[in-house]
Structures are given as structure tokens and as C-alpha cells.
């Protein structure tokens, strides 16, 4: 099983190819800090009434005890709990002692199974004290509800001050889009969660838009490419990747009209062999590989031929389904060969997702459409700490410059 290093904080951190636990392990140290603070808060407001003979109130915030280090089954977490001050007299103190985090705790029995319950059980306020047991072990106390309404309140205002960024200084070279569906506990449609994310003119992908939509519309998806050039993003992207859904590309030749689209390859090879019997689907996907896989234009033409004339006179709908999208199918030729395992599929936006759905799968779904937005954008906030930069990542200013591509190979550059 491969590792990798990566920073978090400035700090070396050593990555599993677990993805749940990658995502604990990041997630953990920002979760407890703010558990902690909402804790100390609610314990200042309890004990408010406590004043002295001048009015002043008796317990009050006193900064931070010294950072500790918490080993857990996913390695060290270090954590500054937030410290109070009693002036009361010796014999009248009542120390405040924290159920999070109690003074001598420096071992944890189960961290792993903390963010599972977080995002899972949307912080389910019933199953919070359960969640706290995974870290703390059986004698741990639960949170109250407030604390739990207030956590989440937390992640619903970063994600709503996240949604209205100013994105003037950015440009999004390439696009990939995405859709996917949640259930939601307390209304009766699924909702539909709208993702766009974009590598910028260094190669480094970013988390752009995450939204929801009537399902895959065209008005949803024109809603979220007007709104991202309300805050800002004038340039239009170079190459936009999406699976067939009509509505996002209605709604990108309406907002960027001169970005290329390149259809998902993955999405079309299933739309594709769904239209087939279950014996010939190897083959056929044998082929279709063929096809992306090309090394030129020509071979890729080349072989989409084969295809239909091997299975037009039996399979008519799966070939029309393979052909009517042909030219935006190989787009990707016309960009550097180096990006093209980027640039055939969705799978940036898809290999994310699949760790959503993992979450929401095993559970009756979130409890509200914020609820589920807010899970989204910060399972997906997380991911987005060890995406990778592009292939020949500098290849992309090579594009933004006009440099014209011929089957993946530069040719010259463009005149002004």
C-alpha cells in the first residue's frame, strides 16, 4: 500500500490510500477546535448570572492551556483547549472540566469512526453522544443539542460566505461538471447536487461551484455560470468536460459560448453498453477503449468506425447513442497529450463523489437541503486538500497562450 507526504498547517502529514482515513486525519484537528470553543462558550453563558458585588461577571475567557498532543489510530492530533478563569475565592471554585477533552485524555480509542458519524448522520443530534463514545471511549458525555445546532451552524456559514466569494482574480483554464443525487429526510424529491470544479493557469484544481439544482437543468446550471461571472470570472475556460445532460451545455453555450466541450467518456461508454445485451458489453467496451485510447485523431475515427459497423445492424440505438456525440467525444486531441487522462473523463469530480455517496448511502439521507449542500461542500472541502496538480502542469499556460495542439503535440503558437 503506497504513502504519500503531504502539508497540512505547514506540517508534514503522512497520507494512507484510505481515503476516509485521509479525510478524518484532515478534518479532525478543525472539528475538535471548534467543538472545544462552542463548549467553553456554552458553559460562560450558563454560568453568566455569577457576578460580582461591582456587576462584573465571575467567569470569563483566559486564552489557552498549552497545545497537547492526542495520539489516535490515525496518528497525533495536537489541540489547544480554551481556558477559563474563576475569581471567585479558592474555596467557592467549581474547576470547569471538559467532556470533549477531559485533562488527562492523550490517547483516543477510535477517532476513525468520528467523521463518519459527522457527515453520515449529518452531526444527527441523537447520535452525537454515540459519535463522542468513538473517541472518548464509554465514559465520555455527550454534547448537548445546542452545541450540535450550533457545530452545524458553523459549517452551514462557511459554506454560505464560501458561495459569495470574489472570484475576479481567477481563471478556470479547464472545467469539469457533475451532477448527483441525495436523499433528503424531510422532503419528498431527491436532491440534485450541481459540482463544478476547474484547474487554474498553474494546473491546481479548486473546488469552484457546489449548489442545488432542479435536477440537471438548463435554468439550474445557467443559475450557477451567471452567478460565478457576477463574482468575477470573466475568462472564459478553454475546454469545459461533462457527461451528456443537455442542460449544462445549453447553458454553457449561453454563458461562455467559445469553451470547447469534451463529453465524459466514462459516462457515454456506460450510456452506451446499457443499450446492449449483457454478452456483448466486454467486447464493446473493448472497443470503445480503443477509441479514447487512440493515439491520433485519425486512429480514434478509425476505430469509432469499426464500432458502428460492427454493431449498427443489431444495436442501432447503442450506436447512435456512441455517434451523435462524436466530435465533442474527441475534443481532447486539439489539448496537450500530457492532460488527456485529465480532460477524457469527469473522473476529478467522479472519484470525490464516490466518497459522498459512500456516506450517504448507509443512511436514510440528510435532513434538509442545507443539511446535504453543507456535507457536500465540506466532504468535497477536505478532498480538495490533496488534489494533485496536472500532468505537465506548466503545459497549460501553453493553452491559455493560443498554442496550437495536433494530436496532443504542440505545433506553434498562435499570432496575435
Not at 87 to 95: A, F, G, L
Request: glycine share 6%; net charge positive.
Amino acid at each position: 500500500m503506497g504513502k504519500n507526504i503531504i502539508k497540512i498547517d505547514e506540517e508534514p502529514v503522512e497520507i494512507s490510500s484510505d481515503y476516509l482515513t485521509q479525510i478524518v486525519r484532515q478534518g479532525a484537528r478543525q472539528i475538535l477546535a471548534q467543538a472545544l470553543e462552542i463548549e467553553i462558550e456554552e458553559y460562560i453563558e450558563m454560568m453568566r448570572h455569577i457576578k460580582t458585588v461591582d456587576g462584573y461577571q465571575v467567569i470569563v475567557r483566559n486564552g489557552y492551556c498549552p497545545e497537547r498532543s492526542i495520539q489516535t489510530g490515525i496518528g497525533d492530533i495536537e489541540v489547544r483547549k480554551p481556558r477559563v478563569r474563576d475569581r471567585r475565592p479558592s474555596d467557592q471554585r467549581e474547576p470547569f472540566t471538559s467532556k470533549i477533552l477531559p485533562p488527562y485524555l492523550r490517547r483516543s480509542k477510535s477517532i476513525e469512526e468520528l467523521i463518519p458519524w459527522l457527515y453520515l448522520r449529518g452531526i444527527s443530534t441523537g447520535d452525537f453522544t454515540e459519535a463522542l463514545k468513538a473517541i472518548l471511549g464509554e465514559g465520555a458525555s455527550g454534547l448537548s443539542a445546542s452545541t450540535v445546532t450550533r457545530l452545524k451552524g458553523i459549517w452551514e456559514d462557511e459554506y454560505r460566505e464560501w458561495r459569495q466569494r470574489s472570484l475576479a482574480d481567477k481563471h478556470y483554464v479547464y472545467i469539469w461538471a457533475d451532477g448527483v443525487y441525495f436523499n433528503i429526510r424531510l422532503e419528498e424529491d431527491r436532491q440534485c447536487i450541481l459540482v463544478l470544479m476547474g484547474a487554474t493557469e498553474d494546473g491546481r484544481k479548486e473546488l469552484i461551484a457546489v449548489n442545488d439544482g432542479f435536477r440537471e437543468s438548463e435554468q439550474s446550471w445557467t443559475t450557477i455560470l451567471l452567478d460565478l461571472k457576477n463574482r468575477g470570472l470573466s475568462m472564459e475556460p478553454s475546454i469545459a468536460v461533462g457527461d451528456g445532460a443537455l442542460g449544462f451545455w445549453k447553458a454553457l453555450r449561453k454563458v461562455f459560448p467559445n469553451t470547447r466541450e469534451q463529453r465524459c467518456w466514462v459516462h457515454k461508454t456506460s450510456n452506451v453498453l446499457d443499450k446492449m445485451p449483457k454478452r456483448q458489453r466486454a467486447q464493446a467496451k473493448s472497443m470503445i477503449h480503443d477509441i479514447w485510447m487512440a493515439s491520433t485523431r485519425e486512429d480514434a475515427h478509425n476505430a469509432f468506425d469499426l464500432f458502428i459497423k460492427t454493431y449498427e445492424t443489431k444495436y442501432p440505438k447503442a450506436c447512435e447513442c456512441l455517434e451523435k456525440d462524436r466530435e465533442v467525444l474527441l475534443t481532447f486531441y486539439d489539448f496537450p497529450a500530457e492532460h488527456w487522462p485529465h480532460l477524457r473523463t469527469t473522473n476529478p469530480i467522479e472519484s470525490t463523489f464516490a466518497t459522498v455517496r459512500l456516506r450517504t448511502r448507509r443512511t436514510k439521507g440528510s435532513g434538509s437541503r442545507i443539511a446535504c449542500l453543507t456535507m457536500v461542500f465540506k466532504l468535497m472541502e477536505s478532498a480538495s486538500k490533496r488534489w494533485r496538480l496536472l500532468n505537465k502542469s506548466e503545459l497549460i499556460r501553453d493553452v491559455v497562450l493560443g498554442v496550437v495542439f495536433v494530436d496532443g503535440i504542440k505545433q506553434q503558437r498562435s499570432v496575435a
